[in-house]
Nanobody, 122 residues
Framework: QVQLVESGGELVQAGGSLRLSCAAS????????MAWFRQAPGKEREFVAA????????YYADSVKGRFTISRDNAKNMVYLQMNSLKPEDTAVYYC???????????????WGQGTLVTVSS
C-alpha cells in the first residue's frame, strides 16, 4: 500500500512558478508509475503528467506541455511537479496518484493524495 501527501500549493500570480511535492510512504514506491491530476471547480478531474517507475519516461497533457515538468526521487520517495508560466486556467486542486497499470487515467490509479490547492491570479 502507498500513502501520498501533497504540498506546495498556494496563491501565485499569472506568469509565476510553483513546485508541488508529493511524499509517498511504502517500500514499493519505486515500482509505481506516478502521476499528477487536477480538478478545477465545476470540472472533472483531468490528467496533468505522469512519470514511469525509473523516471526515464514522462508524459504530459497538451495544456501543460512545455510549462510543467514532472520528476521523481526514488531514494526519497518523492514526486515533484515544477510548474512555470502559470495561467489562471491552471487554478485547481492538484492530486498525486500512483498506479501499476500501463494506462494512466483517473480510473486506473490505485492510490491518491488529499490534494493541494493552486490558485493563479490574473
Amino acid at each position: 500500500q502507498v500513502q501520498l501527501v501533497e504540498s506546495g500549493g498556494e496563491l501565485v500570480q499569472a506568469g509565476g512558478s510553483l513546485r508541488l511535492s508529493c511524499a509517498a510512504s511504502g517500500r514499493t514506491f519505486s515500482t509505481y508509475t506516478m502521476a499528477w491530476f487536477r480538478q478545477a471547480p465545476g470540472k472533472e478531474r483531468e490528467f496533468v503528467a505522469a512519470i514511469n517507475w525509473s523516471g526515464g519516461s514522462t508524459y504530459y497533457a497538451d495544456s501543460v506541455k512545455g510549462r510543467f515538468t514532472i520528476s521523481r526521487d526514488n531514494a526519497k520517495n518523492m514526486v515533484y511537479l515544477q510548474m512555470n508560466s502559470l495561467k489562471p486556467e491552471d487554478t485547481a486542486v492538484y492530486y498525486c496518484a500512483a498506479t501499476r497499470r500501463m494506462v494512466v487515467t483517473s480510473s486506473t490509479c490505485d492510490y491518491w493524495g488529499q490534494g493541494t490547492l493552486v490558485t493563479v491570479s490574473s
